[in-house]
């Protein structure tokens, strides 16, 4: 579409959203005196008009590639329209109040074109990282759910295989060789284990694990007993039951002889 006086008038009469308009005062570019003109601001285009409801504006501002800064030199509440470079020229205006020039200033300065893409930009990054934020927060918690279910599975399976309850830790063993008596006498008279006349010097549990952990919370010192102590000592106690045994044996046997004897005398008489 061409664009050109008509078709701006139109525009600007249109019933297309007007995102700001009100009164302004504005230097003239030949005279250089204050005009107040009604000023509409419709997407990127500020027109401005001698009355309010005119169907016919006075001129146009195309708000691209400007700035809007302040006007400190000139009206109190003045602001200025600046296009930079040579030739280009800057418009100067005024509002009634502090707050009044303000929100005209934000709004002009938001109209461009260039403004409006990089806002979009803008709202495009932010809206990656809040992707971006939600896959790896979707992605934690189905590790957690999987870990979850797997140690559950675990649970389950453990349960199947002991029953109905989960199968009871170890219990702590120990090492007989670790376990040193004393004994009261190597010389035959009286051996380890009969009537009670020995006692344990040290029971030590099984040796700790490779990592250096160990079950035992206390260091028990150990009695060092050689091996011919050993020997001599379980072989007399094996001696004496050995002993034991074939006395009551022959015991028995004496006793056989005896009741055979005294039937066969039962006999004779």
Not at 203 to 214: C, F, K, L
Request: glycine share 6%; with cysteine.
């Amino acid at each position: 579409m061409k664009i050109n006086e008509k078709n701006l008038a139109a525009f600007a009469s249109s019933a297309t959203p007007v995102d700001r308009e009100g009164w302004l005062v504005k230097r003239g570019e030949v005279n250089k005196g204050y005009q107040k003109r009604w000023f509409l601001l419709k997407g990127n285009l500020l027109f401005y008009f001698e009355k309010r409801g005119d169907k016919e504006p006075v001129g146009v501002i195309v708000l691209e590639g400007c700035t809007i800064e302040l006007a400190e030199d000139e009206e109190q509440f003045g602001f200025k329209i600046v296009f930079h470079g040579t030739g280009n020229r800057s418009y100067t205006l005024g509002a009634e109040s502090q707050e009044s020039m303000e929100q005209w200033m934000k709004a002009l300065a938001c109209a461009s074109y260039d403004y409006m893409k990089l806002m979009v930009a803008e709202l495009q990054r932010q809206l990656d990282e809040m992707e971006e934020c939600e896959a790896v927060t979707m992605s934690q918690n189905q590790n957690v759910n999987f870990s979850s279910s797997t140690l559950n599975h675990n649970s389950e399976s453990v349960e199947t295989r002991s029953g109905t309850s989960p199968l009871p830790p170890p219990r702590q063993r120990h090492n007989p060789f670790n376990r040193v008596q004393q004994v009261a006498s190597l010389d035959g008279q009286t051996l380890p284990g009969h009537q009670h006349h020995y006692r344990s010097h040290s029971i030590r549990s099984a040796p700790g694990r490779p990592d250096g952990t160990s079950r035992m919370t206390e260091n028990v010192p150990r009695t060092k007993v050689t091996f011919r102590e050993l020997h001599t000592s379980y072989g007399r106690r094996v001696l004496s039951d050995f002993n034991a045994w074939r006395h009551a044996k022959r015991q028995e046997q004496e006793k056989k002889q005896e009741s055979v004897a005294t039937q066969e005398l039962l006999i004779t008489l």
